[in-house]
């Protein structure tokens, strides 16, 4: 796969000096850590923009790809915003071009052959197109990617492959306002994968605020290798939220190891896109407990009685953090794990219920968080037809008449004209 270099274009004529210079120091990688997301700043982009040109040298050539590449580009987000393909002068689009993107170039003697792509400012093309204003956007979502490979998870503890893929994912067509950390200084003591297991919304209030931002994303992909180099598949979950609800989950593949930033890169495309369809369908919104704070405890002053001095008693109001219950699933399938999982949720007094544990065609184990009693929860289950099994906070349920998973079956009865 041919890396895409990103240069910035301002003046043109200046970058064509200096191109060099501006490519070695964004691809230097000393090692560390954090990965710097490659664009944030919302820009426009258009891509796969053909360009072949001759002129007396390879510079003149090349300056005259990128100034029809403005143009291509230009016509073509006039087009998709609305704005009818209108051209404009060249001066009005150096002011407007943010940079241009290298996806594939050839360059000769006197000929130039590329495929560009061009990135618009927002404020300044969005003001020309009168669109400004009329782009939607959710609330900041701190995005915490996590990759699960040789059956460990990482987030920001060490660099990783979905960490970079993101870093290179440009977010300025995206409804979704992705705050998308580095991965250096404290990053990998707050956002790890065990906190993205936490639903705990004191704790995730101060870490939003750390960041500015007012809510959760955790793209998650789960790297599965069948030989050293030979095919990778890859599951892609879409979570959102403190509790770690799934919104989309999908599965993609490639051939060979040398393809995996191609898989994952097409990975990041479908969970933006499916961030952004549970926007529009109002999905993503914003859990009240990240930005209500508890209610302080408030003073209840009894009337005095004869003979009696003045009382002032402390009523302080409980905030249920709901009680911790670990149930165990036979889980056949990944489609048996996500129904549990809404099974669960759907019982009266469950806050959340998180696998903590997945095994695949044996036993899972999901997390539930519980207001009341532990054995509250047994009729409850019941009654929804499922077995349970075990007291206090460890449970084993099964649908009413299933086998247990892995369980051997009744011997056969011997046949009727069987003798001793």
Not at 13 to 36: F, K, N, P, W, Y
Not at 132 to 146: N, Q
């Amino acid at each position: 796969m041919i890396a895409r270099r990103l240069v910035r274009l301002l003046p043109i004529a200046l970058m064509i000096a200096v191109t060099g210079g501006i490519v070695a120091a964004q691809d230097d990688d000393d090692g560390s850590r954090g990965v710097s997301p490659g664009d944030s700043s919302g820009s426009y982009e258009v891509g796969g923009i053909d360009v072949d040109v001759t002129a007396k040298t390879a510079d003149a050539a090349r300056t005259g790809g990128w100034r029809i590449a403005q143009r291509k580009g230009w016509q073509m987000l006039s087009q998709r915003l609305g704005g009818g393909g209108s051209l404009v002068s060249d001066g009005t689009l150096d002011s407007m071009v943010s940079g241009i993107v290298v996806e594939n170039e050839q360059i000769g003697p006197n000929r130039y052959v590329a495929r560009l792509g061009v990135l618009f400012s927002r404020a300044r093309a969005g003001a020309l197109l009168g669109v400004a204003g009329r782009t939607t956007r959710s609330a900041p979502m701190l995005t915490i990617p996590i990759e699960w490979s040789g059956g460990a998870g990482q987030a920001f503890e060490q660099k990783t492959e979905w960490q970079e893929a993101w870093s290179r994912y440009r977010t300025g067509n995206s409804a979704i306002d992705y705050v998308r950390p580095a991965g250096s200084g404290p990053d990998s003591l707050l956002l790890n994968t065990g906190q993205t297991g936490r639903p705990s919304r004191i704790w995730w209030r101060t870490i939003l605020d750390q960041y500015g931002a007012s809510d959760i994303l955790t793209p998650v992909v789960r790297l599965s290798r069948q030989w050293p180099g030979g095919p990778i598949i890859g599951v892609f979950e879409a979570r959102h939220g403190p509790d770690n609800h799934i919104i989309a989950r999908f599965t993609l593949r490639v051939g060979n190891g040398d393809a995996l930033p191609v898989l994952l890169d097409a990975g990041v495309k479908r969970l933006d896109d499916a961030y952004q369809t549970a926007l529009r369908n109002g999905v993503l919104h914003t859990d009240p407990g990240l930005y209500n704070r508890p209610p302080e405890p408030t003073a209840v002053v009894e009337e005095e009685a004869p003979g009696e001095a003045l009382v002032e008693t402390t009523d302080a109001v409980q905030v249920a953090s709901g009680t911790a219950i670990s149930v165990q699933v036979d889980t056949p399938g990944a489609s048996s794990v996500s129904a549990t999982e809404a099974a669960l949720r759907g019982i009266p007094g469950v806050r959340s219920a998180l696998t903590t544990s997945l095994a695949l065609g044996g036993v899972s184990v999901i997390r539930v968080s519980f207001d009341g009693d532990p054995a509250a929860i047994r009729p409850l289950l019941e009654a929804r037809g499922w077995t349970v099994q075990g007291t206090g906070t460890t449970l084993r349920i099964r649908r009413a008449g299933a086998p247990s998973q892995g369980s051997t079956p009744p011997p056969s009865p011997p046949p009727e004209n069987a003798t001793n």
